[in-house]
Nanobody, 123 residues
Framework: QVHLVESGGGLVQAGGSLRLSCAASGRTFNDYNMGWFRQAPGKEREFVARISRGGVTTYYSDSVKGRFTISRDNAKNTVYLQMNSLKPEDTAVYYC????????????????WGQGTQVTISS
């Protein structure tokens, strides 16, 4: 399995921006589709964004479309999530995920996960 470490979380005011990073190691990074998910207290983990191996194809949840951008740098083994126009409802632990097979929005289909990074948006 690929090892994933997220960073970049923090506390920002509504309307602000954050960029999350997820560094991968242990396997060939560009063999993996990459995704970002989030989990708020008391809620299930939900899909945020995903990007294909080569970075050509991306998908977003309706709640973040137009505000968040997923990207990857295969030379740096890193995937990013640029988050703009943040809202209090974006508050959650954000997780990076990798899969060599699936490209679905279902978290159960993704095999490798990071430890998560907390994002808190104040109103």
């Amino acid at each position: 399995q690929v090892h994933l470490v997220e960073s970049g979380g923090g506390l920002v005011q509504a309307g602000g921006s954050l960029r999350l990073s997820c560094a991968a190691s242990g396997r060939t990074f560009n063999d993996y589709n990459m995704g970002w998910f989030r989990q708020a207290p008391g809620k299930e983990r939900e899909f945020v964004a995903r990007i294909s191996r080569g970075g050509v194809t991306t998908y977003y949840s309706d709640s973040v479309k137009g505000r968040f951008t997923i990207s990857r740098d295969n030379a740096k083994n890193t995937v990013y999530l640029q988050m703009n126009s943040l809202k209090p409802e974006d508050t959650a632990v954000y997780y990076c995920a990798a899969s060599g097979t699936t490209f679905s929005a279902a978290s159960v289909d993704w095999g490798s996960w990071g430890q998560g990074t907390q994002v808190t948006i104040s109103s």
